[in-house]
């Protein structure tokens, strides 16, 4: 008898219930329980660390455009408060100003030439230093703007107004200030018009530029 017991042990059988399979009970995990379980834990943490990446890229976006900002809003409020150098159309650039490179000596200039050079050591960095002093002569340590920040001011003689006689009247154009830099990952390009730091970064895609139009009102365009 025993032995028969023993038999159907072995064989899952009930030895009471000959013809019911004994259910067998387990515990703890299997190993390939184990597998699937470090699989999803480690897919999760791939998609954190991916998502925290984006979130870093759209800070350093956002941080950038905010400077770029402060700094178009500078460069206006610089011409519209030298009404007479705008006039005369002082204030426009032939090249874009900034990139990088060597601190700018602004001493001895005044007007809208001090203006434009103070306005260039701003898109260069020179507002703060990263660590030690601002070097004049390459730019190194000067981490005040954004990367490789350029600014233009362009003029539009077409949008210049007429006096009661019909006569033109210089430098009550539009000007357009313009604000370059390179963004960290590739989006749209702008505007084939607004060509301040045009094909200056490393694709157009990753150029962003904010701008900014104002006039000089002239009482005589009546």
């Known amino acids: 008898m025993t032995r028969v017991w023993r038999s159907q042990m072995r064989r899952g059988l009930d ?85 990088g490179g060597s601190i700018t000596d602004c001493s001895g200039k005044s007007g809208a030439a001090l203006d434009l050079c103070e306005w260039g050591n701003m898109l260069d960095g020179a507002a703060e230093a990263s660590i030690g002093p601002c070097s004049a002569s390459n730019g190194a340590n000067c981490i005040g703007a954004m990367i490789g920040a350029r600014g233009c001011v362009d003029y539009d003689a077409t949008t210049e107004f007429a006096d009661s006689t019909g006569a033109t009247i210089a430098g009550t154009g539009i000007y357009t200030i313009s604000v370059a830099w390179l963004g960290l990952i590739a989006t749209v390009s702008p505007p084939a018009a607004l060509t301040c730091g045009q094909n200056q970064y490393v694709s157009e895609a990753q150029r962003r530029v904010v701008t900014s139009q104002l006039r000089i009102a002239a009482l005589g365009a009546l």
């Open 15 to 99: 030895p009471i219930r000959p013809n019911v399979l004994r259910i067998r009970t387990q515990a703890g995990f299997t190993l390939i329980e184990v597998l699937v379980a470090l699989l999803i834990l480690l897919v999760g943490s791939l998609g954190m660390a991916g998502l925290q990446t984006k979130a870093q890229q759209a800070e350093m976006e956002s941080y950038q455009r905010t400077q770029a900002l402060v700094m178009l809003q500078d460069m206006n409020n610089r011409v519209n408060a030298n009404r007479w150098d705008a006039r005369h159309l002082n204030y426009v650039t032939t090249s874009a100003l900034g990139g």
